[in-house]
């Protein structure tokens, strides 16, 4: 297992273009989660699934944002009308339920997103 | 990050110890996190510490919890030049992790 796969590595898009981001989580998690980091601040919470269910959202998923899981394995974040706000680091996490919270979240590389 | 607050940066000379502290305010969290995250990387998991315990010692960091005063720290001994990043604290809020602004580490030879 190699970890928690993001792609792409980084999206450049222009102000109004929809975009849609991936994530495969460690294969034997079934809890995913999404974050959103920008300059110089800490990652904030976006959304959570276990297995394909979404559990939360956090109120900073605005309606442009949607999440899926469809077979409780991979995991896409699309951003409608993009704006130059979005700019972000977009993280991927898996973790695996009944472990202990003390095993932490496993994170991806990110998705570094650009709005130009 | 609300309501996780570290210092912002620290500098040390390579060999010192690097102490770095958190202070949350969630106290029904059952573990509490250390991240490290270098330029351009996802987060790393550095270590962690249940809530019943004051101190956790693993290899070079140290983990010292003072749950009255809400107080978490990272001691880093022997701190390299493979150590400067930057070092998120975590506290758990529902299924949520919050994260402070993290502290950047910079480690000078």
Known sequence: DTGVSQDPRHKITKRGQNVTFRCDPISEHNRLYWYRQTLGQGPEFLTYFQNEAQLEKSRLLSDRFSAERPKGSFSTLEIQRTEQGDSAMYLCASSRLGTGEGYGYTFGSGTRLTVV | ?109
């Open chain 2, 1 to 109: 990050g609300e309501d996780v607050e570290q210092s912002l940066f620290l500098s040390v000379r390579e060999g010192d110890s690097s102490v770095i502290n958190c202070t949350y305010t969630d106290s029904s969290s059952t573990y509490l996190y250390w991240y490290k995250q270098e330029p351009g990387a996802g987060l790393q998991l550095l270590t962690y510490i249940f809530s019943n315990m004051d101190m956790k010692q693993d290899q070079r960091l140290t983990v010292l919890l003072n749950k009255k005063d809400k107080h978490l720290s990272l001691r880093i001994a022997d701190t390299q030049t493979g150590d400067s990043a930057i070092y998120f604290c975590a506290d758990p809020s529902g299924y949520a992790l919050n994260f402070g602004k993290g502290t950047s580490l910079l480690v000078t030879p």
